[in-house]
């Protein structure tokens, strides 16, 4: 039985500096990665045409189905519109694991998008935050070992040129660091750290029985 | 001398699982209850009418007055109308104690009405915010015993037939289990616990002068 | 029906910089004042005599019952014989609410005497813990008003005349600032602030059962 | 290949309150449970001589292998030699999964025997620390699904008849509302709540890497 | 080389009443102060012409320039058009250190303005965040010596002699009460007290160029 | 005026791992350090002889004066005895500045000498706490720019030879990742993270009058 996976960022870039790592990892055991990426970062310093190309490829890096929000960048608003965008590829792909930008972060569009993830995840038994270079004092309680995918990260990251280039919070020297900082407080080599905003362990890994409960159906939407 | 109470929710049910029993508790010792509302719930799979009527019956259980928000379900603002709404009901029921929804919650609406509570209730005395079945990582400081009011508490939450039949959410069993989840880690058999958002404890409890001061006149509302 | 209260303190001026007005509240409401102080504070600049009679004075103030513990001044142990001193006064008085140091301490008899309450009081509904001058990130849930205790207080305070004089952190005006601080914070003019504990707020003050519920029989003491 | 899971708790019916549920859910999946219990808890209202019986009779129903420490009921030491029994243990179970009590506990040997955990597996990646009935403030961010395990945990803990029937804080009732409430907030039926120490989730369950190299060897002991 | 100071409030009275003391250390080593206010306050009891002005004197009192938002007393919004205010005075003031309100508040107004500093600054090595009346679990880390400009303080908040009459909320007794407790909590005899949402201690003091790097330029503004 | 500064470590090496880069721009500003090592480290796996001389030789590349304290490694006690030593070298050096290890850490000789500093500087205004690599949910609010002085870091962990050979916590690669993440989290390239114990910030720098205040005089120490 295959797991289905959903990770959500708020721009083109999101994702791979959060959670590529992970989503490699599932990737290896067989499980099936969406992404939905809710704008398409058009208030940088590049037109929105290249982020928009340079997020399908960091999706063919990681083997990812590329779902668009179509929400402004810098605008994302809290509430229903987000959620529903977030529910109705939570109920299209049936992911019963979920990654999200964490809450505490000082970019308003991470922590609409973080909202979001969690309202729409009420019922999920899965839910994972990751870590953002905008994020603050963030607390991680799971890790996962990186050190097969950190790679196949910097190259999913390395997809997202303009942002390599200008943006200087997108540091792939950084982004190493980072996973050799969580990895050495894990007791493993490389991590990804993860808040926890609802994870139950699942022992025998693929009956992944609590994650199908989490799919709201149609009738059980957001009011 | 009588002291007036206030729990707010954000829909239909929300009240009568956070804090009937606190409610019942109050009004066993001659507490005036009231509501404020501020949905229909007309986003659930029902009817709003048979909303409106469930929650009359609830009041009726809760021997409340029942005041009606006019905010739509799903898109409670957070700001000056909601916090408006709320201070019109303290400033008219005088209430020296207000209950209203934790703020760690996924479902936007109950984020919005919790920070209009406090905002409202910024110069009351004893405000206490209660669990939601979306609150998260609850930590409560005070407990109310509600053991001789638990029956009670089930029946008000009863009224909302809609939600008790179609709400996974709304689960009269899980109620039951952390009412005396939190009356074991109370030293007590059957609890509800709050976070304490503001809460002077009154050794003469009747004399609720701390309370009074905390409404706000016409000309202090919220700028 | 007479509630029994207890404060315990490391060292003679300890209960009283810490929750003197709370005791003066409770004495102003009837309930039995008892002290527990677990040193006389022999390592201070003074003749131990001298504090052990300051102490004395300052219970004759509160009105209150004062015991001994029998330990040395800066080396009170963590573990079973403090435990068991709490728990002998505990059950002699039958408090059902008990005051003690808060355990983010930088005063090791503090935190030693704050574990030794909490383990204590393991089957107690009401244990409020107080801020000392050495107190570390304190986070006060409960308040108290101490507006018409405030002089008894300061009052308290001073019949420990050693410490006034020679102990810098022994400050009156500071611990005007401290209730004035608090109190504002409140929403009322002077406070005492509390860390809950365990904290059941009864509705009807003088049916203390949960309270009565606490205290261990000599069969089920700290094993 | 078998993972080793190691349970350590202070006294006799610790590990069964904790997180019998969990080490039933490992066993079914086929891992090897070690239990680790310091005391006899011959301090409590019943032979010492019937506890070791009753804590043989629940390593049964876990099938684990049972170990004794040697500390005494009450006064097990922070430090040194209570770090070593468990690392003895560690080394000799080759345990990838350890489970101990919550640090937040009223209770002297709780904290103890946690902080000794956590010292021993300094190196593991995989600590999970459980709740007691006297935790305090426990915050959990990882679960476990015991549905078709609480029965088996009710089992093991009725094998401590002597605290079933003498000690108010062993509840068997409160047992099932516990896991109910962690049940509800973690979207499943019935589960059981842990604070990650430190946990690496295995996408891949049985190539337990990581917890291997958590092994102190025995040059690298506790210093 | 002189440093650039900015500090940005929701209301006139807010930067004074949070940190007026700093900004008078600060301009006594010969920084430059910068305020910027959101809005007029014109929802008080009082004319907006009488706070602008208030204002204006206040500024004069902490020989700071004056920038004003143009947003709407009770109604500044969370997100974009809040954080490109601040970053234009950011740009234009070219500041190094920067004190926003406190996250944690009961104001509407005040989280909107907290949350638009602290994305503003996203590149900033210090951002300081102030306690406000409406402040709930403020939790200091960095404390300042206003000991010498406490007098300062106080004249610069009289300033705004409409608010000092008028509003329950700001009372020169409980702001002096405030310095005195954060002064005994930092050992010092009146302290500001702030939440470090940055800080890069300069040991250099002078060289400031860890905060330089924090200005966005015009490409890079939030997206 | 020349400010000194104290660092506190359980074992050799443990100051170096903390905070030798802070140590070094202290040193650059001309400051004088001390180093107060507890224990000779004498249960590792080498001899206790070869640790000494290591620590001599990261002391000279620090620059700085080096204490020991005389006791024995895994077993530093809490309480009276750690805690003078701790306040005999804080009289002797009159430092104004103190770092300690954070006391969230599963070394119980952490622990144990954090609780140490933190009530022997109950006085002084400037403690700051540094990560180990045993450190727990470590959360630093002050940053030190490192960049400089990281070289300088690294070769005086490296004259810990034997750690540095055989203890898999000392782990260079690690160090630079640890300081390159809090860079990154400070907004510059390089940092040392701090929890503040108490931090005045003093904006000028040499007056260091606030931490003179915080030295005990022999009248007033731990009681």
Redesign the interface.
Known sequence: MVTDVLAVGA?PDDIELGCAGALL??R??GDRIHLLVMTT?????QAALSRISEQERAAEVLGATLHWGAFH???IP???PT?QAVEAVLRESGAGIVYGPAISD????H?AVS?AV??A?????RVMFYES??S??F?P?????VAEHLDGKLTAIRAHTSQVL????V?L??V???A??HG?????RF?EAF???????????KGDH?GQ??IPTA?????
């Open positions: 721009h990892a599932h290896a055991r970062g058009e208030q940088g310093p960048d810098g605008a809290e509430g229903r959620i000082t970019h308003q569009d922590r909202a969690a309202a995840c009420r019922r999920s038994s270079p905008t603050v004092g607390s309680s799971v890790y996962l070992d200008k943006n200087h919070l540091d020297e950084a190493e660091a980072q050799r900082y050495f407080r894990a007791r493993i991590a808040e926890a905003g609802r994870f139950v362990w699942d022992l025998f890994v609590a409960a989490g009738l059980e939407e957001v009011r």
